[in-house]
């Protein structure tokens, strides 16, 4: 008796401090608001969770009581409670809804939250027991069909029990009888009726409400609001809503891309994988060479593909440095939508990087005065050669300046040396050489396609990159009808291929104030606008006095340089 009359007077005492606070501690202050999230049920637990519109650390206070009461009688008062908010003024409210004999206390209540400068808030719920709701959700077990389930969803009185527990039931009685039906088929399958408890109940038909939601509205932007309210998780730390706060909009862009491109879908475990997948590719897509090999072992267990034996290659792969190189190039080319996908591009790097090609014969040409270094008159090999490590050029010691990128695109593939081992940086590059360099480094599906070009033979080597390069918008030829195949390529017609790849592969602009162009006069008006934008980028310069000399012939080391800086994602 002497415990209950104490619990008694400190509750009055309390209730009369929240209350001389609320009243009269600032009369002359505006009002604000207080933002209050749904109660969330946690056993027999009441969670209220909120942010103060100010975001800063205040006191906050609150007072539940019974529906119809009032909060300055004990009698009708449930809890009270008063605390700091965080720094940022969010802040969190536990507290169980018994009585003084520690019995439930069952019923329909007020939450109000106060804090200074007269900010309130209040929310209404309805309690039910966890032992209440627990005789309902017990009876699952006994379900043994689609209609048994049926009938207990649609049992009018459940409803509030279903509503109390945290379902958004107002949703689904919303619902035509058609999309009812396909919501409780959604939530039965897959569904363990034997050992379901609350939270997953909860879980499982909020989810399936709003996926059917999801699969009838026709508009990304509708689906997206939609999205919120279904908050999808990648992990426990990860879900769509804590990726909207970060505010990564090329990622938030293609998420929603993505899992609005799969509807309708049909099951709970499809939509959650979708997202998970969805999730775990853009990072792996959007890898830098550095963290490549980390990314791809971050998300194995969640995408699922740590026992397939294309990732099992890979992880046992020896020259790792390189296989990392191709599956990064062929990515910007075209991003794994699946994981399927993925594991085919980490099969075909791995194969790859495994072969041991050798050298073409037949590379010919002289000097500056513009030699080819690959022979138009042999069929080229189809294989990279030999990893940089082990071949080692004698005669690119003048042009350091190329020398990495020399042995990163020899070492891909993407160019050739010389049988003698030198690489003769100072030849000039051919129109057909240089397509076919920008096709392989940029990763491009090959095309054996229709040539329209009239002056390209049809059985040529090249044939089928300057087709691919054509049907990619990469190349347009000197006419419609000519592509001067064998013409040394001009430094500002390299210009416009290099940016028209550069935009195909994404590539972020970064503004490179500093570098001008002093002849750029000199170039072409269909030109300007690429060497401009390639200034820009950061992947070309003037030379010592800022000239660009656009209609000079491209040498094979400047070649490999531009090449090398379009495909290194580092950069």
Request: glycine letters at 8%; aromatic letters at 10%; one cysteine or more.
């Amino acid at each position: 008796m002497l415990k209950e009359r104490c619990g008694e007077m400190k509750k009055i005492f309390v209730c009369f401090a929240i209350l001389t606070f609320l009243f009269c501690g600032s009369a002359y202050a505006t009002p604000a608001n207080i933002k209050l999230n749904p109660p969330v049920y946690e056993g027999s637990n009441i969670v209220i969770k909120g942010e103060l519109a100010s975001k800063n650390k205040e006191t906050v206070s609150l007072i539940s009581y019974k529906k119809g009461g009032r909060a300055n009688n004990p009698n009708d008062v449930v809890s009270v409670i008063e605390r700091p908010s965080n720094d940022d003024g969010k802040f969190s409210f536990t507290f169980t809804m018994q009585d003084e004999k520690g019995a439930s206390i069952n019923g329909d209540y007020v939450v109000r939250v106060m804090a200074k400068d007269n900010a309130r808030s209040e929310v209404e719920f309805s309690y039910l027991c966890e032992d209440t709701r627990n005789e309902v959700l017990n009876t699952l077990d006994k379900i043994s069909s689609k209609t048994q389930f049926s009938e207990f969803i649609n049992n009018s009185l459940y409803e509030n029990i279903f509503i109390v527990a945290g379902v958004d039931f107002g949703k689904y009685k919303g619902m035509s009888s058609q999309n009812q039906t396909k919501v409780l088929d959604m939530f039965y399958e897959n569904c363990n009726f034997k050992t379901i408890k609350e939270k997953e109940f909860v879980f499982r038909m909020n989810y399936a409400i709003g996926i059917i939601m999801y699969n009838s509205e026709t508009t990304i932007e509708k689906c997206n609001d939609i999205l919120k309210n279904i908050n999808p998780k990648f992990d426990d730390k990860i879900d769509y809503n804590t990726i909207l706060a970060s505010g990564e909009q090329k990622l938030i862009s293609e998420l929603n891309q993505k899992m609005f491109s799969e509807k309708p879908y049909l099951s709970i475990e499809t939509f959650s994988k979708r997202f998970i997948d969805s999730y775990g590719l853009y990072n792996i897509n959007n890898s830098k060479p550095a963290n490549i090999q980390a990314n791809l072992e971050k998300y194995k267990v969640n995408l699922a593909y740590i026992n397939l034996s294309e990732y099992v290659t890979y992880i046992n792969a020896p020259d790792k440095t390189l296989v990392n190189d191709k599956i990064i190039i062929s990515l910007k080319s075209k991003a794994a939508n699946s994981v399927s996908e993925l594991m085919a591009v980490l099969k075909k790097a791995t194969d790859n990087a495994s072969d041991k090609p050798t050298h073409g014969g037949g590379n010919g040409g002289g000097g500056g005065g513009g030699g080819h270094y690959e022979n138009v008159n042999q069929p080229k090999p189809e294989e990279p050669l030999p990893d940089p490590n082990i071949i080692k050029f004698n005669d690119i010691s003048d042009v350091g300046w190329a020398k990495e990128s020399i042995e990163k695109l020899t070492g891909l593939g993407v160019i050739s040396g010389y049988d003698d081992k030198t690489f003769k940086p100072n030849n000039y590059i051919t129109r057909e050489e240089f397509t076919k360099m920008v096709v392989v480094a940029g990763g491009y599906d090959i095309s054996e396609g229709k040539c329209d070009f009239v002056d390209v033979d049809l059985k040529g080597w090249s044939t089928k990159y300057i087709v691919t390069a054509k049907q990619k918008g990469i190349i347009n030829g000197i006419s419609e009808t000519q592509f001067a195949p064998n013409e040394n390529i001009l430094r500002q017609d390299m210009a416009v291929i290099v940016a028209r790849c550069a935009k195909l592969l994404n590539k972020t602009i970064v503004e490179n104030g500093s570098v001008t162009i002093s002849d750029m006069d000199e170039v072409d008006e269909y030109a300007k606008e690429s060497v401009e934008y390639l200034v820009r980028m950061g992947i070309l310069s003037g030379d010592e006095v800022g000239n660009f000399k656009p209609k000079d012939s491209l040498t094979r080391a400047e070649c490999a340089k531009v090449v090398y800086s379009l495909i290194d994602t580092d950069k």
